[in-house]
Every structure is written in structure tokens, then in C-alpha cells.
């Protein structure tokens, strides 16, 4: 069965809250470079879908509604695909349409134009999904936790929703939802949308086959409109917060979030109120691509974060975060890609500062810093220092060649300089006015400029000059006044690494009841002239290679190939094939490559095994490192 997607004029679009004028007006002459939509012409504004999960084809087909938004003389609207095929066009009576798909581009897909009749402002577009659908996965039951059953997960983040859904795929232009989702009756569907029918519904045509329905009554940008369909189970974790998962992973992950309740409250009581109902987690299998997607009312995390011991929530954190800077108030182009991570990394740690105190958030900020000199260190060795810019012009670029620490950790960093200068409680009260103001809309970097200038630093170009604001934005590398973090628990820990370094053994460092953070931090300092031997000892006294947390593993790993330690092989390729996790996948696979011989005889022998079991976003990743 085929599937259409239908124009209407929504009802349900959220009246936008009032925001500074000025900076409105700069917005809003965003030219989005990743997208072909006119929306000056011809806008979406809500998309209605209507989909069946064929896990024999490997397709999603079905029906959807999506609402126009046109100018009185609109005669076509132009909407963003790829690798979609699209068996045909009608209006909301049935009545055909004439439409053109144009040529693909590999990064943008094809623009799909239908001619609209006078004053049209619905239409219907029958397609379905295709095996060139980057943005969704088909997981066999043997690459899921259980086992029995098979999965399906999206990934929209950037431009990749296109390939499941043609709509207007433009960060800028926001949109509301509802679906009704087949599958088949052993499976569950859910969505970043309010679940109508948390048991699903008998499809009295289809027997062994369930409807499941969705709604999202707020506007959000279209790389949020996220699906999952497998075995998936459900534990509340609080009044308004629970978690999914399969059904062997759910009790350890509702173990792992006990306090996201608590988290949700810390983060009210910064910015401001959490404006999307419920703040449930979805628990992956393991090939989904990122720590976590900050998809509405449902964030999507890999099973990597489950370390058995909660020292990983900053993840959560960083996610919850997003429901405030990144969703409340959204990037217009992907140019302006830090305005959703470096005001989230900013306000993560915020929220673990006000839930595990000022040690484990300096430590984090340690960490994150240390990862950003290392970036921009890569990024000027390699002759791109534009990259260390916090706004980049990616015309012409796919969006996730902006993906670094940079907008993470250099944002983060921008702002806690911000904060340090006028001061915390100065710098707070804006920050919740600003995601008051521009709740529900997107924002572009000068946008951004002009209301800091204008709500905060109140035209004073001395305070101005002090923050360095524009250097910060747009000069490569870091400015100067730039916060070096400093963790007194760090410093026992470097005190550690001295006396092992200075020929203590492993068995007499004084590592009790260490965090993960300093693990992490004791792993980072190992020095270059590391031996075999000294290996072996740490792997003795500490199990490294048999660590179940990927993050101290990860960096064990990243030592392992740097020193070649055979022990940790077996341990290197199981964690290589078990897991897709892109900020653990690719750094392990350059550091393969960039040892010839061994290295990159192992690198392309375990690609070649574990490719097909990654997500399309790790596998464009690497298909760069090892081909």
C-alpha cells in the first residue's frame, strides 16, 4: 500500500508568545541554504500522517495531511525529498494535481513542486519510502536487545526527514503534527507527539495489524518528527516522566533514569516552565547513531548511557535541556547550529550543578574543555580554522560537516564568559526571557546578537567589548578571555597519574569510589611513552578491557590502539561491532587507519562486518575514514 500526504490549513498552530521586534524581523529573513522551500510563498504548517510499517519491504506507506500556510497569487508549493518515490498528487477531493520532482542533489535529495489551483491550500502526495531512506533503520531481530522481534527507529537530525516524509525540511519552518501509525499487532509504535492510544486500536481490515495515534498540538521544526516501532515496554518513572525500551532493557533503564523526575524540576527552576507535557526517554537499540536525540516528549537514547551506575545522566541532561534551547527556541539554519548546543551544553550543566553539586560539574566542564582544545587543536592542523568558528557557512555543505565540539563546548563557553561578566543572576533572568520570547520560533545568529544587545547588555558597547561578543561568534580559534574550568577533584586525580607515571603500581593509587568523570580524566592523562607493560597492570588492577561503561572503555580503547595492546583487541572489535554510536565508532576507526599495516588491516576487515549493522549517519562517517 502507497501513502499521501495532505495539505489542509491547521487549526491547532500555537499563537506565538511576543517577542523583541528587531530580532523577529532579522530572523525572519533567514535564507535556509539546506532547503528548497519558498515559504514566503508557500508555507507547511501542519503535517497529518497516516503510515504502514511494512517490515517485509522495508517501507513506510500510508496517507498523511500537512497544512499550507499561501499568498493570495501562490500558484505551486515547493516541498524537500529524497529518494522517496511518489506514485502521485491530488488535492483534498481526489482530484489529480500536476507536480514535477526535480533533479537530486546528494546532499539536498530532489524538490518535489505541485501546482496549486486558486486559492489551494490543501494537497495530497502518495509515496513511499525506498532502501536510499537515510533517515530511518530497519533492525533485524538479531540486531535488537530481545532478539525476537524486528525494530524501526528515524533519525531526522538534520536534513534526513525528507527521506521519510516530503514536507518543507527547513529548521525555520515549524510545524505541528498528528499520525496514525500500522504495525504489525506484536509491535508498539511511539512518536515525539502525544500518545492518544497508548494500547493501539484492532485495524478492522488488516487483521493482525494495530493503529496507533499521535498528536503534537505545538510547532516544531520538522527534524523532530521522530517514529519508533519494535517490542517496546514502558516504566513511569514520575508523575509526568517515564521510560521506553525493549522489553529485556526496561527495568535496567528505568533504573539507570530514577532521577529525570528531579531533573525536570531543576531545569523549571532555571528557565522556566516545561512546556511539552510529559518527558519520557526511549531506550534504542543499540545501532542508533547518537548518545541521544532531543526528539519532543521523547527523547531517543542509545543503550550506551546504561552504565549500571547513573554516572552517565549527564546525557539525560543535556537532552531534557534541549526541551528549552534547541525545540523551545530553534536554530533557523544550520548555520546557527550553536544556538541549539551551546546554550544545551551551557544549561546541562547547570542542571547537574543543581542536582550533584559544584564537583561533578566542574569536572564536567573540564572534560569538555579538554575536548575542545583538542578540536580546534585537529581543525588547525588540518588548515581549517573556519571550522573553530561558532557560526559557519555551510552553503553548498552538508549540515553535519558542522558537527564537531565546536558549537558544543565553544558555545557553552561563550555564554559562561557571558555569565561570569554581568553575573549569574543577571544572565539567568535573561535566559529565561529570551526563551519566553522566542518560544515556538527559530533564531539566527544576528537575531541572537540583537536581542543580547538589546535585553542584556543594553546597548553598553564598553560591556560589549569586554565580552568579545563577536570574536567569540566569528573568529576562528579562542578568544582570550576565554574561562579555563578547574576541578579540585581533578587535581587528586593528576596527583594519581604523577605517582604512576613515577613508578607506582596500580594497586597503590588511591582510586576509591571514583566517579566516571575521573576515570575519564585519569585515562586522558596517560602519557604518549605509556608501555605494554604498564598497560597490562592498569588491565589487571582496574579490568579496562572488560569495562560494561563505554565512556571509560571508549578512552581505554583509544590507548589500546595508540600503544597496540593485543590484550584489548577482542574488547576493541566487540565494542566496534556491537554498537553504532558515532562519537565512539569513527575516533576508533581513524585511529585504526592512521596506524598502517595492523591497523588499518583491522579497521577494514571489521567495517567490512560491521557496516550494514550501523545507521546511514555512522556509516557516512566512516566510509570517509576507512574508504
Given at each position: 500500500?502507497?501513502?499521501?500526504?495532505?495539505?489542509?490549513?491547521?487549526?491547532?498552530?500555537p499563537k506565538p508568545d511576543e517577542g523583541s521586534a528587531a530580532p523577529l524581523a532579522i530572523a525572519a529573513k533567514a535564507v535556509d541554504h539546506h532547503?528548497?522551500?519558498?515559504?514566503?510563498?508557500?508555507?507547511?504548517?501542519?503535517?497529518?500522517?497516516?503510515?504502514?510499517?511494512?517490515?517485509?519491504?522495508?517501507?513506510?506507506?500510508?496517507?498523511?495531511?500537512?497544512?499550507?500556510?499561501?499568498?493570495?497569487?501562490?500558484?505551486?508549493?515547493?516541498?524537500?525529498?529524497?529518494?522517496?518515490?511518489?506514485?502521485?498528487?491530488?488535492?483534498?477531493?481526489?482530484?489529480?494535481?500536476?507536480?514535477?520532482?526535480?533533479?537530486?542533489?546528494?546532499?539536498?535529495?530532489?524538490?518535489?513542486?505541485?501546482?496549486?489551483?486558486?486559492?489551494?491550500?490543501?494537497?495530497?502526495?502518495?509515496?513511499?519510502?525506498?532502501?536510499?531512506?537515510?533517515?530511518?533503520?530497519?533492525?533485524?531481530?538479531?540486531?535488537?536487545?530481545?532478539?525476537?522481534?524486528?525494530?524501526?527507529?528515524?533519525?531526522?537530525?538534520?536534513?534526513?526527514?525528507?527521506?521519510?516524509?516530503?514536507?518543507?525540511?527547513?529548521?525555520?519552518?515549524?510545524?505541528?503534527?498528528?499520525?496514525?501509525?500500522?504495525?504489525?499487532?506484536?509491535?508498539?509504535?511511539?512518536?515525539?507527539?502525544?500518545?492518544?492510544?497508548?494500547?493501539?486500536?484492532?485495524?478492522?481490515?488488516?487483521?493482525?495489524?494495530?493503529?496507533?495515534?499521535?498528536?503534537?498540538?505545538?510547532?516544531?521544526?520538522?527534524?523532530?518528527?521522530?517514529?519508533?516501532?519494535?517490542?517496546?515496554?514502558?516504566?513511569?518513572?514520575?508523575?509526568?516522566?517515564?521510560?521506553?525500551?525493549?522489553?529485556?532493557?526496561?527495568?535496567?533503564?528505568?533504573?539507570?533514569?530514577?532521577?529525570?523526575?528531579?531533573?525536570?524540576?531543576?531545569?523549571?527552576?532555571?528557565?522556566?516552565?516545561?512546556?511539552?507535557?510529559?518527558?519520557?526517554?526511549?531506550?534504542?537499540?543499540?545501532?542508533?547513531?547518537?548518545?541521544?536525540?532531543?526528539?519532543?516528549?521523547?527523547?531517543?537514547?542509545?543503550?550506551?548511557?546504561?552504565?549500571?551506575?547513573?554516572?552517565?545522566?549527564?546525557?539525560?541532561?543535556?537532552?531534557?535541556?534541549?526541551?528549552?534551547?534547541?525545540?523551545?527556541?530553534?536554530?533557523?539554519?544550520?548555520?546557527?547550529?550553536?544556538?541549539?548546543?551551546?546554550?544545551?551544553?551551557?544549561?546541562?550543566?547547570?542542571?547537574?550543578?543543581?542536582?550533584?553539586?559544584?564537583?561533578?560539574?566542574?569536572?564536567?566542564?573540564?572534560?569538555?574543555?579538554?575536548?575542545?582544545?583538542?578540536?580546534?587543536?585537529?581543525?588547525?592542523?588540518?588548515?581549517?580554522?573556519?571550522?573553530?568558528?561558532?557560526?559557519?557557512?555551510?552553503?553548498?555543505?552538508?549540515?553535519?560537516?558542522?558537527?564537531?565540539?565546536?558549537?558544543?563546548?565553544?558555545?557553552?563557553?561563550?555564554?559562561?564568559?557571558?555569565?561570569?561578566?554581568?553575573?549569574?543572576?543577571?544572565?539567568?533572568?535573561?535566559?529565561?526571557?529570551?526563551?519566553?520570547?522566542?518560544?515556538?520560533?527559530?533564531?539566527?545568529?544576528?537575531?541572537?546578537?540583537e536581542d543580547l544587545s538589546e535585553n542584556l547588555l543594553k546597548g553598553d558597547k564598553a560591556l560589549e567589548d569586554k565580552i568579545n561578543v563577536r570574536?567569540?561568534?566569528?573568529?576562528?580559534?579562542?578568544?582570550?578571555?576565554?574561562?579555563?574550568?578547574?576541578?579540585?577533584?581533578?587535581?587528586?586525580?593528576?596527583?594519581?597519574?604523577?605517582?604512576?607515571?613515577?613508578?607506582?603500581?596500580?594497586?597503590?593509587?588511591?582510586?576509591?569510589?571514583?566517579?566516571?568523570?575521573?576515570?575519564?580524566?585519569?585515562?586522558?592523562?596517560?602519557?604518549?611513552?605509556?608501555?605494554?607493560?604498564?598497560?597490562?597492570?592498569?588491565?589487571?588492577?582496574?579490568?579496562?578491557?572488560?569495562?560494561?561503561?563505554?565512556?571509560?572503555?571508549?578512552?581505554?580503547?583509544?590507548?589500546?590502539?595508540?600503544?597496540?595492546?593485543?590484550?584489548?583487541?577482542?574488547?576493541?572489535?566487540?565494542?566496534?561491532?556491537?554498537?553504532?554510536?558515532?562519537?565512539?565508532?569513527?575516533?576508533?576507526?581513524?585511529?585504526?587507519?592512521?596506524?598502517?599495516?595492523?591497523?588499518?588491516?583491522?579497521?577494514?576487515?571489521?567495517?567490512?562486518?560491521?557496516?550494514?549493522?550501523?545507521?546511514?549517519?555512522?556509516?557516512?562517517?566512516?566510509?570517509?575514514?576507512?574508504?
Amino acid at each position: 500500500m502507497a501513502f499521501a500526504v495532505l495539505f489542509t490549513v491547521s487549526a491547532c498552530s500555537p499563537k506565538p508568545d511576543e517577542g523583541s521586534a528587531a530580532p523577529l524581523a532579522i530572523a525572519a529573513k533567514a535564507v535556509d541554504h539546506h532547503s528548497y522551500a519558498k515559504p514566503l510563498e508557500a508555507r507547511v504548517r501542519h503535517v497529518d500522517l497516516d503510515l504502514t510499517a511494512d517490515f517485509d519491504r522495508k517501507i513506510l506507506s500510508g496517507t498523511a495531511a500537512l497544512s499550507l500556510e499561501t499568498e493570495p497569487d501562490a500558484r505551486q508549493v515547493i516541498l524537500d525529498t529524497k529518494a522517496l518515490n511518489i506514485l502521485g498528487v491530488t488535492d483534498a477531493a481526489g482530484a489529480p494535481l500536476k507536480y514535477a520532482l526535480g533533479k537530486s542533489d546528494p546532499i539536498l535529495g530532489a524538490p518535489l513542486t505541485i501546482e496549486l489551483p486558486q486559492g489551494a491550500q490543501k494537497v495530497i502526495v502518495r509515496y513511499e519510502t525506498t532502501n536510499k531512506t537515510e533517515a530511518l533503520q530497519w533492525l533485524s531481530p538479531s540486531q535488537t536487545a530481545g532478539k525476537q522481534h524486528p525494530f524501526l527507529f528515524s533519525q531526522g537530525q538534520a536534513i534526513l526527514t525528507r527521506s521519510w516524509l516530503p514536507t518543507q525540511d527547513s529548521p525555520a519552518i515549524r510545524q505541528t503534527y498528528s499520525a496514525r501509525i500500522v504495525t504489525p499487532r506484536a509491535l508498539k509504535a511511539v512518536m515525539s507527539a502525544d500518545m492518544l492510544t497508548p494500547d493501539g486500536e484492532d485495524v478492522i481490515d488488516a487483521p493482525g495489524k494495530k493503529a496507533y495515534r499521535f498528536k503534537m498540538d505545538e510547532a516544531i521544526p520538522p527534524y523532530l518528527i521522530a517514529i519508533a516501532v519494535g517490542e517496546i515496554d514502558f516504566r513511569p518513572l514520575g508523575k509526568r516522566t517515564g521510560v521506553y525500551a525493549e522489553k529485556v532493557t526496561v527495568e535496567a533503564a528505568a533504573d539507570e533514569f530514577v532521577d529525570v523526575e528531579k531533573m525536570v524540576g531543576a531545569a523549571e527552576k532555571l528557565y522556566g516552565p516545561y512546556r511539552w507535557g510529559r518527558y519520557d526517554i526511549l531506550v534504542l537499540p543499540p545501532s542508533f547513531p547518537y548518545g541521544g536525540m532531543e526528539n519532543p516528549r521523547l527523547t531517543f537514547a542509545t543503550p550506551t548511557i546504561l552504565a549500571g551506575d547513573r554516572s552517565l545522566v549527564s546525557l539525560v541532561a543535556h537532552e531534557l535541556a534541549h526541551s528549552w534551547s534547541g525545540n523551545l527556541v530553534t536554530n533557523a539554519t544550520w548555520n546557527d547550529f550553536w544556538l541549539n548546543e551551546g546554550f544545551t551544553v551551557y544549561f546541562e550543566n547547570r542542571i547537574m550543578e543543581e542536582l550533584y553539586g559544584k564537583d561533578r560539574a566542574a569536572m564536567l566542564r573540564t572534560l569538555g574543555y579538554q575536548d575542545l582544545q583538542d578540536t580546534v587543536k585537529g581543525y588547525m592542523d588540518d588548515k581549517h580554522p573556519e571550522l573553530t568558528a561558532l557560526y559557519i557557512d555551510l552553503k553548498g555543505k552538508h549540515p553535519d560537516d558542522g558537527f564537531s565540539e565546536i558549537p558544543y563546548e565553544k558555545g557553552a563557553s561563550f555564554l559562561r564568559v557571558i555569565e561570569d561578566t554581568v553575573g549569574r543572576r543577571r544572565f539567568d533572568a535573561y535566559l529565561k526571557g529570551y526563551f519566553n520570547r522566542y518560544a515556538f520560533k527559530s533564531m539566527t545568529t544576528d537575531a541572537f546578537i540583537e536581542d543580547l544587545s538589546e535585553n542584556l547588555l543594553k546597548g553598553d558597547k564598553a560591556l560589549e567589548d569586554k565580552i568579545n561578543v563577536r570574536a567569540w561568534i566569528y573568529d576562528p580559534g579562542l578568544p582570550t578571555n576565554i574561562i579555563v574550568p578547574k576541578s579540585d577533584a581533578f587535581d587528586k586525580v593528576d596527583a594519581q597519574v604523577a605517582a604512576f607515571i613515577g613508578g607506582a603500581a596500580p594497586a597503590e593509587l588511591q582510586t576509591t569510589d571514583w566517579t566516571t568523570q575521573e576515570w575519564q580524566r585519569f585515562l586522558n592523562q596517560m602519557p604518549e611513552t605509556l608501555t605494554v607493560d604498564q598497560m597490562v597492570s592498569l588491565d589487571d588492577r582496574f579490568k579496562f578491557s572488560a569495562s560494561h561503561n563505554s565512556e571509560i572503555l571508549f578512552l581505554w580503547l583509544k590507548l589500546a590502539i595508540a600503544h597496540h595492546y593485543e590484550p584489548a583487541m577482542p574488547a576493541l572489535e566487540t565494542f566496534l561491532t556491537s554498537q553504532g554510536r558515532r562519537k565512539f565508532i569513527t575516533p576508533l576507526y581513524r585511529d585504526l587507519m592512521e596506524r598502517p599495516g595492523w591497523g588499518q588491516a583491522m579497521a577494514r576487515r571489521v567495517y567490512a562486518e560491521a557496516r550494514s549493522g550501523y545507521h546511514e549517519v555512522t556509516r557516512a562517517s566512516v566510509d570517509k575514514v576507512v574508504n
